[in-house]
């Protein structure tokens, strides 16, 4: 098996061997209402998992370094992004928790999206929580991106509290045509740990996945062209 080249290689390698990226005969149905051949879950991402470490997929102590090295590829992310920043900010849910590591990483202050409790009568409310300023700059912080939908409700709960994104960073980009909505509409800057493209490729040459998986995305991103849908997923076997 080739020897890891990349941190994105060992992130890639390690969200297939801790059960987020995943290939199934089941389709996982999305936002978009799409059917997709794969699923990507980042919430168990940094707890441990009991079961998997009993089972031999993946060690405790694997388990803690793909924790260590997520978190190295989300404060390297951060790090590549040419505008200016004073905050990140994290999308509840999913993002909330790997984003913040990621930023502690980084060395970056952070805000994150309370989620909305409207029975709750005591202690203060707040849509977003931390400390900050209006007209500050913002770096949103997430797991995923499809069609752009749950990065465009945080650009407007950002906005409503006069503060201003300019730059989107994710852990994994779909190439299902979100990226280029929200550069093209909102102006923002893009980067991602890894693309669909890239995924492929590192699981395919580290003997994760072959050609029924290869053939089913190949598939799902032709039928989206063919829709006349944006697809930007150029993976050659």
Do not use: C
Not at 28 to 52: D, H
Not at 138 to 146: N, P
Not at 189 to 205: D, Q, V
């Amino acid at each position: 098996m080739p020897a890891f080249e990349s941190l994105e290689e060992e992130v890639v390698v390690g969200m297939f061997d801790r059960g987020l990226l995943g290939f199934s005969e089941a389709v996982t149905p999305l936002k978009t209402g799409r059917q997709s051949p794969y699923y990507y879950n980042m919430r168990p991402s940094l707890s441990i998992s009991a079961r998997l470490a009993r089972e031999g997929g993946m060690t405790r102590q694997q388990q803690l370094l793909f924790r260590k090295l997520l978190t190295m590829a989300f404060a390297d992310k951060f790090g590549e992004i040419m505008q200016p920043i004073d905050h990140v900010f994290g999308k509840a849910q999913a993002g909330t928790s790997p984003v913040a590591v990621g930023a502690y990483e980084a060395g970056l202050s952070y805000l994150w999206e309370r989620v909305n409790e409207p029975n709750k009568s005591y202690g203060k409310h707040e849509a977003i929580e931390g400390d900050y300023e209006a007209g500050e700059l913002i770096l949103i912080g997430d797991d995923v991106t499809s069609g752009g939908g749950s990065i465009i409700k945080a650009i407007q709960v950002l906005q409503a509290v006069k503060l201003q994104p300019v730059a989107v960073t994710l852990e994994f980009n779909r190439e299902e045509g979100g990226v280029q909505r929200l550069e093209n509409e909102y102006g923002l800057e893009l980067n991602s740990i890894t693309t669909l493209t890239n995924a492929i490729g590192i699981l395919a040459t580290h003997d994760r996945i072959g050609a029924k998986e290869i053939q089913a995305v190949k598939a799902y991103h032709d039928a989206l062209r063919a829709d006349g849908l944006v697809s930007t997923y150029r993976y050659e076997d």
